[in-house]
Every structure is written in structure tokens, then in C-alpha cells.
């Protein structure tokens, strides 16, 4: 067997277009790189990808005696997998920048207001993204989970690459970050956008979550981008002064708001943007702030602000009976229900009724927390399933409502027919009352007793607001 620096080298020789772990995907002058511990699995599956074009077949059993020279044997494949991906992505990764976007909530909105800002002005950008829905948008790429593992992630990155593409936007999830699917992976720049209490399923306490943010800005780089309306981003900064700020609160921050400008160090905007909701505003300004830095500075007409547009299932309006509204919301943390609350008690003057649940099989210590939330910041309750999952939904809704000690709320565990009651609550109410509908969002889908079925909470409250 040839050590891990002699395999490296002759990678290095090879004419390698592309490389993948799946024998289905490879193409002409491909690394097949295989993981399989089975003899027998790993040779039928490594010829078929020699049939297919495969330049070199990377191992972890010995196939030298059936194909020869264009086996590479590594017993530690496994651990050296960074390895390898580095050196087939050496020869070309300098040629993108890669943006790395983390917070408790905001992900998302954030990497695709900085899609769209690079969009304007014609700049070459791959969004990665595991929202289908956006799926039709010019230059996306659609990934399983928020992180994808290592070697999909590079996969994704080379794709991206070969077209020629000069940015790649991903989110960076906390478990992302723990699994080290970002490992071998050279940020450009990062950005928080919030953080507050979640993932406690996986992470087991608050301080360990805490540290896995943290660990992503380990380093101090001078293209950071963080919120400082939240604890930890106040943090880094302190410690890291290099560190570029967004607030929608704190007029010392890089980026701010004042009054119906935005404050940047390259001149102010006029606020053109068509949502007013804070949360999301700041999502915008921590895009904004990692185009300045991208850019080395804003370049683009305020007008643009106007054509911003919003996420799927984010703050999404639908305007009901006699200037009655309700709203489609992915709101599933205690922090982000609490800042669309927040959102809709200033902006309407009737009733607010909240329809949410929580997960089942991940973070219990929240639920709680939602309820309190919602029977705080809302007038009416409307307790239902989310995904349940495997989890009872009556042990759910029992976490969720130990602390609502008023009786003021309903429990209906079907979620199209808690819709259809709200909606009915919601008709008799007086003008500007609102219908909050959180916790899915865009989502296609929801998963009872372990199997997925169709539902998207648009969807149904379309079918059911003209006939209540």
C-alpha cells in the first residue's frame, strides 16, 4: 500500500474533470472515490465507474490486482477523504468565492437577499439551498439538507466551478458545523444572523449549540458579518473588532436603520424594501453587508431595494375578509415567533390569533417556550401538529401548553381543520385582526407516524377561504 502522500502525488498527475462517491454520476476522466468495506461491493460498483470513464478509482479495499493502475488503495480513506477532496479541488478553487451564512434563524432569507443583490448587477453566483421551491431561480443548486456532507458539498462546489460561477452562497448549519461537513472548505466570508436557544435534541445544552456557532468564526476573518442584536454577535465582535456589524437597533453598528434610511459606510439607502418586519430587515442588512464586502464596497441604485422579494412561507400575506389578513409564516423558534408577534402587534390594530405546534423528535426544551410565547403576544391560541414525527402528538401539545394559564386557546390535532377554525375565528373578529399560520412555511409536506405525506399550509388556506 502507498502512503497518503505517494497516492496524493499521483492523483495529482491524473487528467480529472470531476469526481463523485456514486458509480451512476461518474463522467468521462472522474474520480470514483469508493467507501464500500465490502470487497466484492467495491469492485462492482468501481468497474462500472472505470466502464463509465472513471480515470481512477480511490478505495478503502485492495482492488490493485483487478484494475491495475487505476486503483488508488487507502486501509484510512475515511479519514484522509478531506485529503483527497482537497487536492481534486486545488487546481481550481481559488476561482470562487465561497460565503458561509449561520444563525439560529435568517439563514436562508439572508443568502437569498444576497443572491438576488449579486443577481442585479449580473454577477456569477450559485445559491445552495434545500428549499425546492426556489428551485426555478437562475443559478440555484438543490442540496438534501441546509449543510450538505464533505464530499457533496465539494461535488456541489466543483459543478459550480465548472460553470464558471464566482460565488457560492450556503447556509452552515450547527450541525453542520459539529459533523465537520465544512471541513477543508476556505470561507471568503461569514456571516450571523441571529442566535438563540435551539437544536437542544442534538446538542444536548445551550452552551454546546453556543460553541458550535462560535467555533465557525474561530478565526479572525476581516470579511465577518454579524448581527449585534443578539448576545453572541455582540461577542465576537468584542473580541474580534475587525468584525463588520449589522443592527436594526443600534445606531453603532456598520449598517443600521435610522428613521427610513439604512446607514452604511458607502452612503445611505433610502428603506425601499417591501417588508417592514425587523426580524427581516436585519436578515436583508446582513446580506447588504456581506455584498459591501464582496464588492469592496456598494454599488447599486437604492431603487433596486423595491424588486427585493421574499422567501416562500416567509411573512407571506393573504389579504381576507373586509381587511382581515393572515399570515404564512416558518416561525418554529421561541425567538422567531416572538419577533413575528412582535411584527403583527405593531402593524394591526384588531386580534391576533396564533396557529403553531412544534416538531416531534427534536428540541422538547422549546415547546414551552412557544406557548408561553404565543398566549403573551397573541390574543387566541390554536394548538396543532407540525411534523410530529414518531413522537405522541399529545405529549407534544402537553409540553407546549404546561405554562398557558389562560384557557383562552384550542387544541386540534388535525392541521388542515385547525386552519378551517381559524379562518372561522378569524371571520368574526373585527377589521385588521390577523391569522398567523407558523411554524412549515414553504414546506410541501408533513411527516405523521414516520411517513411524509403532501400538505403546505398556502395550499390549504387557499382551498378554504372562499368556502368558510
Known sequence: MLSLTENLSILESIKITGFTDNSNFVKPNYAFISFSKNPKEALKYSEDAIDRGASIVISQVNLNEQLKDKN????N??????????????????SIKIIGITGTNGKSSTAFFLHQLLSFKDSNATLLTNMPEVSNLKNTQITPLTTPDNFLLHY????????????????????????RRISGIDFFAKSLTSFSKDHLDYHKNFSSYRNAKKSFFSTSDENNVVSIDNELGRELHSENKSTFTVSVNDKTANIYLENNLIKTPWGDLK???????????????????????ISNGINFEAEMLKNMKNLPGRLQKISLFQD??????????????????????????????????CGGERDSSKRGDMGKIAQEKSDFQIITNDNPRNEDPKKIVTQIVKDMHLKNFDIIFDRKEAISEGLKKLKKLEQESVLLIAGKGHENFQILKGKEIEFNDLTILNELKDVI
Do not use: W
Not at 409564516?329 to 408577534?341: G, M
Open 72 to 75: 488508488l488503495f487507502d486501509l
Open 77 to 94: 480513506l475515511v479519514n484522509h477523504k478531506d485529503k483527497y477532496l482537497e487536492t481534486l479541488f486545488a487546481r481550481s478553487k481559488k
Open 156 to 179: 456541489f462546489l466543483k459543478k459550480s466551478i465548472d460553470l464558471k460561477r464566482k460565488y457560492f452562497l450556503m447556509e452552515v448549519s450547527s450541525h453542520g458545523i459539529d459533523q
Open 271 to 293: 428603506n425601499y424594501l417591501p417588508f417592514k418586519s425587523k426580524f427581516m430587515i436585519s436578515n436583508f442588512l446582513c446580506a447588504l453587508g456581506l455584498y459591501g464586502k
Open 324 to 357: 382581515k389578513i393572515c399570515y404564512v409564516d416558518y416561525a418554529h423558534t421561541p425567538d422567531a415567533l416572538k419577533s413575528v408577534l412582535d411584527y403583527l402587534r405593531s402593524s394591526y390594530k384588531g386580534k391576533i390569533i396564533t396557529l403553531f405546534g
